[in-house]
């Protein structure tokens, strides 16, 4: 069974700057995929970024970046120049025969 | 494109009447489809998952159903609603099981 653990229930970061989110994961799978989604108040969950277990590169997409160290199961999230939009609950899942949630992080852009 | 939707967007409904919450998708076909709920400030736990018309999988044991009349619409259904019901309900699809998933706009239920 997968598992995916976010530490940080919350964090709260100037505008502009940049911010890390934690990821770890546990899967017996030698093949998965991890996500990142974000949760704005609305409520609506909306894909962030993927990382193939096998992709050499770390996953980018604009502003949002995947620093994946699979030797130490954590798929960080990078968010670079911070913009009050940003503020927002965030998820880590893994993928599976259904995708695993991690229980988030509440990330607040500070003006 | 693909567009996903859900309604109603908000629900208060009583202890012990019934539940119907509708999921349409549009743009694709054959979608997998996947039922959550999300309790106030908790992550997401699966309900429900279809891979095809009349194939629903159940993840948790509850007094929840779920149904796939057709190939892009995926109901959620009571009979008697809980209180532990109340919470934030998230329809999802897919092409393939285990890729990504996104995400319909959610129904927010109450339960009094």
């Known amino acids: 069974a997968q598992k995916i653990t976010q530490t940080q229930p919350g964090m709260f970061v100037q505008e502009k700057e940049a911010v890390t989110l934690d990821c770890t994961y546990d899967?017996?799978?030698?093949?998965?995929?991890l996500f990142w989604y974000k949760q704005p108040s609305s409520g609506e969950m909306i894909f962030l970024i993927y990382?193939?277990?096998?992709?050499?590169q770390n996953a980018t997409e604009g502003r949002y970046s995947l620093n994946f160290q699979k030797a130490r199961k954590s798929a960080n999230l990078v968010i670079s120049a911070s913009q009050l939009g940003d503020s927002a609950m965030y998820f880590c899942a893994i993928e599976g025969e259904k995708l695993t949630f991690g229980t988030g992080t509440r990330l607040t852009i500070i003006p | 494109s693909q567009t996903i939707h859900q309604w109603p967007a908000t629900l208060v409904q009583p202890v012990g009447s019934p539940l119907s919450l509708e999921c349409t998708v549009e743009g694709t076909s054959n979608p997998n489809l996947y039922w959550y709920r999300q309790a106030a400030g908790r992550g997401l736990q699966l309900l429900f998952y279809s891979v095809g018309i009349g194939q629903i999988s159940s993840e948790v044991p509850q007094n929840l159903s779920a149904s796939r009349p057709q190939d892009r619409q995926f109901i959620l259904s009571s009979k008697k609603l809980l209180l532990s019901d109340s919470g934030f309900y998230l329809c999802a699809w897919s092409v393939f099981p285990g890729e990504t998933q996104y995400f319909g706009p959610g129904t927010r239920l109450l339960v009094l």
């Open positions: 899967t017996s799978d030698p093949s998965y995929g």
């Open positions: 990382q193939g277990s096998y992709d050499q």
